[in-house]
C-alpha cells in the first residue's frame, strides 16, 4: 500500500502543489492601483506609454491559466494609433491594471479596438464549449461591503446585439460590438458601468471599480484571432 501511493500518489500530490502554487502566484491580488485625481478621466491603459507585459509591474498583472498557453501581447502602431496588440493560437489570458476608482464618479468606460482577425467557428458562442471572443474587456467591481463583482464586455461573434447580455453559467457578459462588419476598423467605445453593475450586483450603494484588463482567447474553439486595443479610460458623464 506504501508502496503504490509512492508509485501513484506522490507523483499527484507534486503535480497538485505544482497547480497550487501557479495559482497562487498569477491570481489578482490588488496592489499599487490606479486612482483619480482632481480631473474628468482616469487613464487605465495608456498604449503610447512602455507596459509590462513581460514582467508586470505593481499595479499591472497577467493573468494565465494552468491548462491554456497565452495570447501574444505587444505594443505596435496600428494605422498610426499607438496600440496594445492581443494575438491567440488556441490560447488566452488576461492582462490589465488594478484600479480603485469610485464609479459613482467616473461611471463611463472608454476605449477603441480593432478586430483584425475574429473567432471563425462553427461552435456556438452561447456554450461553454464556444466561449471564445476576439476581444473582450474583464472589469471588477467592489460594493461598499467589500464583496467583488466581475464581468465582461465583449465583441461577440454572431448570436448577440450591442446592448445585449450573454450569459454563461451565471457570468454576465455585456456586448458592445458583435459580428464582422466592423472588423479591420478602429471602434471606438463609451459603456455606462454604473447601470451594469446595479444590474448584475442588484444593488443600489456607491461601488469602485477595482479591475479593467483586456482579455482575447480561443483556447475552447482551437482558433486564433488578432485584435488591438487604444488608450482605456474611465470618465465623468459628459466628458
Known sequence: MRRALQVIGYPLLFLAILAAVYWWGTRL?????????????????????PVPFAQPTEGWFHRKFLT?????????????????????????????????????????LAWSWLVEKPVESELDERTVEGDDHPARLYVRFRDED?????????????????GEYKYLRGFPHYVAQTGNQEVGKWVTEEV??????????????????TIVSIFCDTDDTETSSVAYFSDIVLRERGH
Open 29 to 49: 491580488r490588488p496592489t499599487n492601483p490606479v486612482t483619480a485625481a482632481d480631473a474628468p478621466e482616469v487613464v487605465v491603459m495608456d498604449a503610447s506609454q
Open 192 to 209: 455606462d458601468l454604473l447601470p451594469i453593475y446595479r444590474k448584475i450586483s442588484e444593488r443600489d450603494d456607491r461601488p469602485h471599480t
Open 146 to 162: 467589500g464583496g467583488d463583482h466581475n464581468m465582461e464586455i465583449i465583441w461577440a461573434n454572431k448570436h448577440f446585439k450591442p
Open 68 to 108: 491554456r498557453r497565452p495570447m501574444q501581447v505587444d505594443q505596435v502602431q496600428k494605422e498610426g494609433i499607438p496600440a496594445i496588440r492581443c494575438t491567440t493560437d488556441a490560447s488566452g489570458s488576461i492582462f490589465g491594471r488594478y484600479t480603485d476608482v469610485d464609479l459613482q464618479r467616473f461611471p463611463i
